[in-house]
């Protein structure tokens, strides 16, 4: 099992800045893709910004230019910097993570790589006009 553990949502006014940060903790070997997702009242969920294993990113068309998404691949974390943030950003966002994780050591197989995918519990971004 892999935790995802978010912070740093909260209330601003339209036009401010929040920070999201998200870090990943348990049996990793290592982790493919991280990124965020948010979900507002009555909608469904949405990719915000994910970036791969190779620095590659790729941001929500609303959000390009004014979100930007980093990386810290030793520490397993990931930050979303939201800027000029709009009343239309609010929503829950949650953090989320492919890779690989270790399972538990047997005498056969020793330790074997295998899937996970973790949602982090998510945090509130409200934006007031």
């Known amino acids: 099992q892999v935790q995802l553990v978010e912070s740093g949502g909260g209330l601003v006014q339209a036009g401010g800045s929040l920070r999201l940060s998200c870090a990943a903790s348990g049996e990793i070997f290592r ?74 050591y047997s005498d056969y197989d020793g330790r074997l790589p295998v899937p996970f995918g973790s949602w982090g519990q998510g945090t509130q971004v409200t934006v007031s006009s």
């Open 31 to 104: 982790i493919d893709v991280m990124g965020w997702y948010r979900q507002a009242p009555g909608k469904q969920r949405e990719v915000v910004a994910v970036m791969n294993s190779g620095g590659i990113t790729t941001y929500e068309d609303s959000v390009e230019g004014r979100f930007t998404i980093s990386r810290d691949y030793a520490k397993n974390t990931v930050s979303l910097q939201m800027n000029s943030l709009k009343p239309e950003d609010t929503a829950v966002y949650y953090c989320n993570a492919e890779g690989e994780v270790l399972t538990p």
